[in-house]
């Protein structure tokens, strides 16, 4: 492959990677698809494609609809055990970020709620929602007709929002980190009633439990998670040692959200990602299995993180 072939796929690299991303919720398959779509792109007859760029978006979209649609994904992602990966603010992968469609489309609250959508559908919403990408392109894309990419965009809209949390309002960055701070110190000070307080009526909490657990764990009722929070921020002997010693706590931008980062040796270990609609908590993200925390590791290591919220927990 010439050198200008290679650098018009470079180009498009970001785009490319973001949209699988938002498409798979995995850095590491999102980086995979894209990897084969560069090897199509360098064994394909490049003359014959007029508009690269279309080429490359419609390859890579079919790449990820496949890895949707596999055996293994569906047994993956159906068991109940696959929470989207959580990314640190300022990766290039999360993409686009200038509209709040966009900066909601990578929250990993949507992205959890688009598993519940069938891939056509998921990969309508993105295209349409994060990209702006028109019905006529959509249809082109993924070789359907016009309205039924309207028809999808319809059915994943209706479905999103019906069980989207805080009415899809964004919260100010400033006002959502005060309440996750807040919680944060309710949570560390055993003040169940409190934490009460800064839940919403229909907030949940879902949790990897570590990668230790089958399936996720998923509490609802403001009662329910307060306890579970309360209980799974208590410090104890078992949880350093599981951690592999002492943990500060750290706030940081997570998908476009607050998080709480637990950190051993500069190692991320954990990360609580906070959904926050009207001042109180919506819902709650928990990951710790290792092997979802790898990118987040990388960006953190390079990042000056600030002091931490809990200096030793």
Known sequence: MDSAAIDRFE??????ASLAYRLLGSAADAEDAVQDTFLRWQAADRERIEVPEAWLTKVLTNVCLDRLRSAHAR????????????LLDGDP???????????????????????????????????????????????????????????????????????????????????????????????MSGRTDRLVALLTDDVTAVSDGAGLARRLLRVTTRERVASFVRAGFKPTPAKRRLAGGSLSLHIAPVNGGPAVLAVVDGRVVGAVAFAVGDGRVTSL?????????????????????????????
Do not use: C, K
Request: overall charge negative.
């Open 11 to 16: 180009a498009g690299r970001g785009r490319l």
């Open 75 to 86: 047994h993956e992602r159906s068991a109940g055990a696959w929470l989207p990966e959580p």
């Open 93 to 187: 992968m999360l993409g686009p970020a200038d509209t709040f469609e966009q900066r909601e489309s990578v929250s990993l609250a949507v992205l959890t709620l688009l598993e519940r959508l069938s891939p056509v559908e998921r990969a309508v919403y993105v295209l349409r929602e994060a990209f702006s990408y028109g019905h006529a392109e959509i249809a082109g894309i993924l070789d359907i007709t016009e309205s039924a990419s309207q028809q999808h965009l319809h059915r994943a809209r209706n479905r999103v929002a019906a069980e989207r949390r805080g009415g899809g309002v964004e919260a100010d960055p400033a006002s959502a980190r005060r309440v996750v701070e807040e919680f944060l110190a309710a949570a």
């Open 285 to 313: 993200h928990g990951i710790a299995t290792a092997d979802r925390l790898t990118r987040l590791n990388e960006a953190w290591r390079r990042h000056a993180p600030e002091e931490p919220v809990v200096g030793t927990w």
